[in-house]
């Protein structure tokens, strides 16, 4: 007889990259390392590789809708990430379906424009983003350009970044992470604001092409550790070191912008001990 195991589960309403490196393959497998049972509901469908989007293929909304339901119907989310949410009529419905089902440890990465520059969200869709979906949010986890977008600020330094920080907080999430990934610096700070104190998780910068699926990978990382029960302070701690770790071992598969090494810091643990 198998023995039935406990699991913390985790859930990822995003786009499906087919070249495996953002998107929902990149939040289940973050899942998987970090231990946490991952359920995913997809937006879309992109076709993709690690030279570019070659096509966006969005999911009908009533399947979407089908797939938010049988996920509340039976299986209850401890943590709940958004990714690719294409259009602002998706981004109305999958907050009406988070708000009925109670789901909460809801992690908002407002995911808009791919590294090589293809639109991954309606324009139109930004204003939905706010009204529907950061009041809902436990953390929201822009990069420099999507809080630029979402705030209306050119954040060219600190002092501006510390006040898009704060037009964030306002709209309605509990945390905000702006990522400095698209920052120039030797260091890759990424500022963290609660309403009250400003912090900032500093890493060296990693010198190298293959950082397809960051943003994605940082923001599951941050909702299996918010699965676990882990504290906000806790869990982007986590996340960051396991996002430097798999971009220190980028994986060279394709011919232009590889993705992370989802397996590395497993790797690595196991490699020390
Ligand atoms: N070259 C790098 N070296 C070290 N850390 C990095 C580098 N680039 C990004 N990061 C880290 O990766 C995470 C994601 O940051 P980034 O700003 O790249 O997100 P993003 O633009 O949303 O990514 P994506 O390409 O998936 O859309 C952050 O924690 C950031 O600090
Ligand atoms: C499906 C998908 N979601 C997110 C990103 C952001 O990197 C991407 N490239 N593709």
């Known amino acids: 007889m198998g023995q039935l195991i406990k699991v913390c589960k985790a859930l990822t309403v995003a786009g499906s990259d087919s070249g495996g490196g ?3 393959q990149a939040d289940v497998k973050t899942f998987q390392e970090f231990g946490v049972y991952g359920m995913s509901v997809l937006t879309a469908v992109t076709a993709q590789n690690t030279t570019g989007v070659q096509g966006v293929y969005p999911v009908p909304l009533d399947g979407l809708e089908q797939q938010l339901t049988s996920i509340g119907s039976d299986l209850k989310p401890d943590a709940v990430k958004t990714g690719m949410l294409f259009s602002g009529e ?8 988070i708000k009925k089902f109670g789901w909460s440890n809801l ?13 991954l969200l309606g324009e139109e ?3 939905a983003m706010k009204m529907y979906m950061l009041p809902l949010a436990k953390v929201i986890t822009p990069n420099i350009p999507e809080a630029e977008a979402l705030t209306g600020i050119e954040i060219t330094g600190d002092e501006a970044r510390h006040e898009a920080a704060r037009i964030l907080f306002n709209m309605g999430a509990d945390y905000v992470v702006i990522k400095g990934g698209h ?3 030797e260091f890759v700070s990424d500022l963290v604001y609660n309403g009250n104190e400003m912090c900032e ?6 010198y190298t092409k293959n950082t397809h699926g960051t943003g994605c990978t940082f923001s599951a990382a941050v909702a299996a550790e918010l699965a676990y029960g882990k504290t906000m302070e806790n869990a982007v701690r986590n996340a960051k070191k396991f996002i430097q770790t798999a971009i220190e071992h980028g994986i060279d598969v394709g011919s232009g912008h590889g993705p992370v090494n989802h397996f590395a810091y497993r790797r690595i643990l196991h490699e020390q001990h």
Do not use: H, N, Q
Request: no cysteine.
């Open 183 to 185: 920052m120039e610096d």
């Open 201 to 206: 998780l500093i890493d060296k910068r990693v």
């Open 90 to 97: 998706y981004i109305e419905s999958v907050a009406f379906f």
């Open 125 to 127: 869709a930004l204003e």
């Open 107 to 119: 992690v908002v990465d407002p995911v808009m424009v791919a590294k090589g520059g293809a639109s």
């Open 22 to 24: 953002a998107g929902i």
